[in-house]
């Protein structure tokens, strides 16, 4: 079992993935995220970038650009990337029995 493993979004590395747990932001920010598409529990990859930088991301099938300063307001979960990796795991886990 994985610890958790909190970050701020614009930590990860490219290729990283993760589980949005928190927008850090008043009401203007959590907002625009909304409208952006960015959700608790919402699963994100990193594309391109580098710390301290915009990075590209993937949520679902959009692909969104982030300044540094944005990202850096969205809490992932390092630990959670979702039901379906968790599925992949359970089914590995069946082919090797």
């Given at each position: 079992m994985k610890t958790k493993t909190l970050?701020?979004?614009?930590?990860?590395?490219?290729?990283?993935?993760?589980?949005?747990?928190?927008?850090?932001?008043?009401?203007?920010?959590?907002e625009k995220m909304i409208s952006m598409g960015i959700n608790q529990g919402d699963i994100v990859e990193v594309l391109t970038g580098t710390p301290g930088?915009?990075?590209?991301?993937?949520?679902?099938?959009?692909?969104?650009?982030?300044?540094?300063?944005?990202?850096?307001?969205?809490?992932i979960d390092t630990s959670r990337t979702g039901r379906s990796e968790a599925m992949r795991n359970d089914l590995d886990s069946l082919r090797r029995l």
């Open positions: 970050l701020p979004l614009s930590l990860l590395s490219v290729g990283e993935k993760g589980t949005v747990v928190k927008l850090n932001g008043g009401r203007t920010f959590q930088q915009a990075l590209l991301v993937l949520i679902g099938n959009t692909r969104l650009a982030l300044g540094f300063g944005l990202a850096h307001k969205i809490e």
